[in-house]
């Protein structure tokens, strides 16, 4: 059965979590463990408002709550978590266990924003083969917008505002980073350099000023 | 309070918190209308604000901040106070509110003490803003239910306060941490009465009860009923749902008013009429502080 450790997560991780778990083709069982009263609260409330029977077991301070569909048939499948049609395949069925990160009472709060700068230079990571190095920058950002905490800023400049503008590949990660509370800044002077001024396609315009202040202010500055 | 003269009593009040919404010109807003709603809810007018602000600029744009200020700034405004000063405080994580100081009459504090048997009990705001908030967080809140629950939130109790001055007001309280329930508790013992809350007539924000049976139900929820839960009862018709709302805990609830049950009808008729959400939802009758919630409509 797979497990869905929730310990230390306050409302309404829990349910975020288990809402994303339970959308998950072909389960047929999750354990969920929480350690407050609220979190079963509401896992149960969820679960069983979408055609999940749920057990619950209390011990050593800890809630293990074991969702199964309801019964033949009438798991109802809505947004959100979708119960099983039928059987699950058996080779999921060994157990496995996601650990949630440490609480965060909110998403999208400016806590989740660590004090950080991020410097991107180029449109490549790293020296070496361009391809490679296009597909590095993109898993770097993609990794960085999935991260527990992700950097106030992050300033592109020089040869960096390539891929805040026209079709770059990156549009999608710099949008999650955005929308979890990251600053996304352009060099004016870079984009008037290169004649990409009109062709920004995510964040703002900075100058040296304000980039100078960024890495003065910043816990740490990361130059790609 | 703090009595100056026969004429004159100081009412200071302060509150303040964590963002609750995306926007910091509406969490600015936000914070300070439940700052003020203290003042309003003790039958008194604000005369002074001061802004309480934490941040550290890792975590928060100085124009963001600016945002949040102007925010209070713009309620305190309406609401024909000043603001006189403040203080900012570096701190990874974002809070505001205010300190609020406001005038009232000696003779014409309402406290929740104040509700005697024979009075009703009028809300002047529709319930469910944690549930909404808490929605929210988890991107599950349909539209509807943000904006009403923003609007509700950011609206001083000012208007409702004016009304009820114009109407023979023994007491009240305005709904905060505590949600309906855990309020209506606290102005029942220290009224020294028991109140019939007709869970019908209390007015709800949208999608509250879908929001309500998925789960999304704030921490201070259960803390609500667990510590309240002793002193309510609930007729076994009211929905599962319902009684988690009417523990929901509110930011910048409504007021609570408690007069004669005929008067509060008017009250809360004048109300509707001036665009209000208000509702009369409660009997105050003799007793020792207990809480029973009915099914239905107060008739």
């Known amino acids: 059965m797979k497990v869905l450790d929730c310990r230390g997560l306050a409302c309404p991780e829990p349910v975020i979590r288990t809402r994303a778990a339970l959308a998950e083709p072909g389960l047929n069982a999750l354990q969920v463990i929480v350690d407050n009263d609220a979190a079963r609260g509401n896992v149960t409330r969820f679960a069983t408002n979408h055609g999940w029977r749920v057990a619950s077991e209390s011990r050593d301070g800890l809630h293990y709550l074991t969702l199964t569909p309801a019964g033949e048939g009438s798991a109802s499948a809505d947004s959100g978590a979708t119960a099983p049609a039928g059987g699950s ?22 806590a989740a924003v660590d004090g950080s700068v991020v410097l991107i230079t180029a449109p490549v990571f790293g020296r070496g083969d361009e391809t490679l190095g296009a597909k590095l920058m993109s898993s770097f950002l993609y990794a960085l917008a999935e991260a527990e905490r992700v950097p106030a800023q992050i300033l592109f400049v020089n040869g960096g505002v390539r891929i805040t503008t026209g079709d770059t590949p990156v549009k999608e990660h710099l949008q999650r980073l955005s929308e979890r509370g990251t600053k996304i800044m352009s060099c004016g002077t870079c984009l008037d350099y290169y004649g990409l001024k009109d062709q920004l396609v995510i964040g703002e315009v900075t100058n040296m000023y304000s980039i100078v202040e960024a890495c003065q202010r910043a816990t740490r500055v990361i130059t790609l | 309070m703090f009595r100056l003269n026969d004429e004159i009593a100081l009412v200071q009040t302060v509150d303040f918190f964590t963002p609750i919404v995306a926007d910091p010109y509406l969490f600015g807003q936000i914070a300070a209308a439940n700052a003020l709603s203290d003042v309003y809810a003790m039958g008194g007018r604000p005369l002074t604000a001061m802004n309480l602000l934490t941040f550290s600029p890792a975590v928060l744009a100085p124009e963001d901040a600016g945002a949040i200020l102007r925010g209070g700034a713009d309620k305190v405004a309406e609401a024909g106070a000043v603001i006189v000063g403040g203080h900012t405080v570096d701190d990874e994580r974002v809070k505001y509110g205010l300190a609020v100081t406001g005038i009232v009459h000696p003779e014409r504090v309402w406290t929740n003490a104040g509700a005697r048997a024979g009075d009703a009990l009028v809300l002047t705001k529709a319930v469910g803003t944690g549930i909404i908030t808490t929605a929210m967080a988890a991107a599950a809140a349909p539209r509807e239910a943000e904006e009403a629950a923003i609007e509700s939130m950011r609206t001083l109790n000012e208007r409702a306060a004016e009304l009820a001055r114009g109407a023979p007001v023994h007491g009240g309280t305005d709904i905060t941490g505590f949600g309906l329930l855990g309020h209506l508790a606290e102005l029942a013992e220290a009224s020294r009465v028991d109140v019939v809350l007709y869970a019908g007539a209390v007015p709800l924000l949208p999608a509250v009860a879908a929001l309500a049976a998925d789960g999304y139900l704030p921490a201070g929820l259960y803390r609500n009923r667990d510590h309240f839960g002793a002193r309510v009862a609930f007729a076994p018709d009211v929905a ?3 009684q988690d709302i009417l523990y929901d805990p509110q930011t910048s609830g409504g007021l609570l008013l408690s007069l004669p049950a005929p008067e509060a009808e008017r009250l809360a008729a004048r109300m509707r009429a001036a665009g209000l959400p208000a509702a009369a939802i409660a009997k105050v009758a003799p007793g020792t502080g207990k809480i029973t919630v009915r099914e239905g409509m107060l008739s």
């Open chain 2, 240 to 242: 599962a749902e319902l």
């Open chain 1, 89 to 110: 395949p058996s080779g999921q069925a060994a157990g496995f266990t996601i650990t949630c990160a440490a609480a965060e009472e909110l998403i999208n709060e400016p």
